[in-house]
């Protein structure tokens, strides 16, 4: 088990640059198996979930060529099982979109239930409710999802609630059905948006992506394409918050600020100073933090995959903050870990009350989740001393080359595994 040990008081200098957004990459590589020949994908982060999607497609018969470290190429052409079991879905909450993408290319699909990071209740009742509009039949076998449909069908979705997952889902299904589908209350994250133009340089035709309503025509073929991901906004996000926390001055280039507004309105309200070119973002700081309220929400509002990183910064301001999750029921497990480190944080079902501490100090801390984990990164690099952070395939599941990005622009971290630590846990 490798760990990260951090030691704190750096502060960032330099330049950044963001990998492809995994969240668009977990929903765009499935949907390759839509294509009737090969695809090629650049910008692809170099992240574990990535690597489960690639071998799932390989488990599945697609022929993946890597043409760099992140880009591939995919033939799907000798996709013939529609089975992704539980070995080849282990720990990636997106094997639901193999759901979506088997169902689309050949009418049928079993796959296993999703796993990913535990942030609370991860149903899948808006997918099923997408699924059985075209007209699939829904049901659990042996522990497994089974999707199956003599033809799918065009059909009206209108999301209980706002559910990337299921908006992702249901477009993949709906590319090849037959006739118009409508999904209501769609999520509008930049990565649907960037799943919506990657159906599209195939042949689909998706309309509204990006707003709450998406009108997906069906098409009967679809082509390879060549594509480029979108640049990660919440490695970005993570990278500013890194920057403001330890009173630093960094570039964060390859990022589309748009898709930033609400972490820099954040950060400006916090105090911090953010320039926006292009594409890259500068964020300096020469000062503590202050206090302010945060509450998370489905794009455009506040991630709630920002949440525990802003949090960290907030434990160190000058003030009072509430951070209130609305998306997730319960993601504030990492708390328990910034008290370990000194923070004043008492949680009230919802909400997080920081009462911002000058200082934190390094103590022993494990990642929860990805972000969580992200949340203790942060937290090692201002703390007095040397922090350990264990349970970090978490954080491999989301940030490319974190240890190399932090170490150019200053900071002191660096991943040891028990061959390094000095003795040996084997008795002899
Ligand atoms: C995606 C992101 C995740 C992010 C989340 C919210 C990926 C791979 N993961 O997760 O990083 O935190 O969006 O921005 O893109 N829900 C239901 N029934 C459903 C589906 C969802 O009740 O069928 C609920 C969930 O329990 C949750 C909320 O809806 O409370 C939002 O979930 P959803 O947007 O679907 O999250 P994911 O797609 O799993």
Redesign the pocket.
């Known amino acids: 088990m490798d760990k990260f040990i951090v030691n704190g008081g750096n502060r960032l200098v330099g330049r950044i640059c963001v990998s492809g957004a995994?969240?668009?990459a977990?929903?765009i590589l499935p949907a390759v198996l839509l294509a009737e020949s090969p695809c090629v994908i650049e910008n692809v982060p170099d992240i574990s979930?990535v690597h489960g999607i690639l071998r799932a497609l390989s488990g599945l018969g697609c022929t993946v060529t890597p043409l760099s470290r992140t880009s591939f190429e995919i033939d799907p052409r000798g996709a013939n099982s529609y089975i992704v079991n539980k070995e080849m879905a282990k720990g990636m909450?997106?094997s639901?979109?193999f759901l979506g993408a088997l169902l689309g290319r050949t009418l049928r699909a079993k796959v296993a239930p999703?796993g990913?990071?535990a942030?609370?209740?991860?149903?899948?009742?808006?997918?099923?409710?997408g699924f059985e509009a075209l007209g699939a039949k829904v049901t659990i076998e042996s522990g497994m999802v089974v999707a199956r449909a003599e033809k799918l069908m065009g059909g009206s979705v209108y999301?209980?609630?706002?559910?990337?997952?299921?908006?992702?889902n249901i477009m993949i299904a709906a590319a090849r059905a037959k006739g118009m589908t409508v999904i209501e209350n769609a999520?509008r994250?930049p990565?649907i948006v960037d799943l919506a133009n990657f159906l599209n340089s195939m042949g689909a035709d998706i309309m509204g992506a990006g707003t709450s309503v998406i009108k997906i025509r069906g098409v009967e073929h679809l082509h390879g394409t060549s594509y480029s991901i979108i640049p990660d906004q919440?490695e970005a996000g993570t990278y500013m918050v890194a920057a403001a926390a330890t009173k630093g001055d960094v570039v964060i280039s390859n990022v589309i600020p748009k898709h930033l507004e609400s972490i820099i309105a954040k950060l400006k309200e916090a105090g911090v100073t953010v320039e926006e070119g292009d594409e890259f973002v500068r964020v300096t700081m020469d000062k503590r933090p202050g206090r302010c309220n945060v509450k998370?929400m489905?794009?455009p509002g506040f991630?709630?995959?920002m949440q525990p990183q802003f949090a960290t910064l907030l434990a160190i301001a000058d003030g009072t903050s509430i951070v209130t999750e609305s998306?997730?029921?319960s993601r504030f497990r990492y708390v328990e870990q910034l008290t370990f480190m000194g923070a004043n944080i008492q949680v009230d079902g919802k909400s997080a009350i920081i009462s911002g501490t000058e200082r934190l100090k390094a103590a022993p801390v494990k990642a929860d989740d990805?972000?969580a984990g992200a949340a203790m990164i942060i937290a090692g690099l201002v703390a007095e001393g040397q922090t350990e952070i264990t349970d970090i395939e978490y954080i491999d599941r989301?940030y490319e080359q974190v240890v190399e990005k932090l170490t150019a622009v200053g900071a002191d971290i660096k991943r040891v595994s028990d061959e390094n630590l000095g003795y040996s846990l084997k008795a002899n």
């Open positions: 995994k969240n668009a977990v929903a979930d909450r997106a639901s979109y999703p990913g990071c942030i609370g209740l991860r149903p899948i009742d808006q997918h099923i409710k999301l209980d609630m706002v559910s990337v997952g299921a908006t992702v999520a994250e990565h919440i998370t489905p794009h991630p709630t995959d998306v997730w029921e990805l972000r989301g």
